[in-house]
């Protein structure tokens, strides 16, 4: 994305959570940046990195004077992490919880159904 372009809202972090899910394990801002493959500083890097943790996305450990960066879970586990959100961020639940099953597709409300009765097909 050269010549000033911007990234949409969110496309950065979602680039750099693609990066450190195909990772063999944690890493540090540099290795982030270069395999974003992009002109990006490195205070970008730094920032999106710093930001995605104190959302609760990325966990974080020591590795010298830097940081090195791994995803707190996988993208199901990450997205059953932002349902979990939108869930305690609603008084009615009984409501939120109406309206999602009603807006499942057949084959998805038969795969709740199954999940729900115990059943792994």
């Known amino acids: 994305m050269g010549g000033g372009e911007r990234r949409a809202a969110g496309a950065l ?3 750099v959570m693609a ?4 990772a063999d394990g944690p890493l540090n801002t540099m290795q982030v940046r270069d395999r974003l493959g992009d002109d990006l500083a490195y205070t970008t890097v730094v920032t ?10 990325l ?10 960066y ?8 990450l997205a059953a992490r932002r ?9 009615d639940r009984r409501s939120l919880l109406a309206r999602f099953v009603d807006s499942l597709s057949d084959h ?14």
């Open 13 to 15: 972090e979602a680039e």
């Open 19 to 22: 990066v450190l899910q195909r």
């Open 48 to 57: 999106i990195l710093s930001r995605m943790h104190g959302k609760g996305l």
């Open 59 to 68: 966990t974080r450990v020591k590795s010298g004077r830097a940081f090195c």
């Open 70 to 77: 791994a995803p707190v879970s996988d993208e199901p586990g």
């Open 83 to 91: 349902m979990h959100q939108v869930m305690a961020g609603e008084s």
């Open 108 to 121: 998805d409300e038969r795969l709740l159904r199954d999940l729900l009765d115990g059943r792994d097909d």
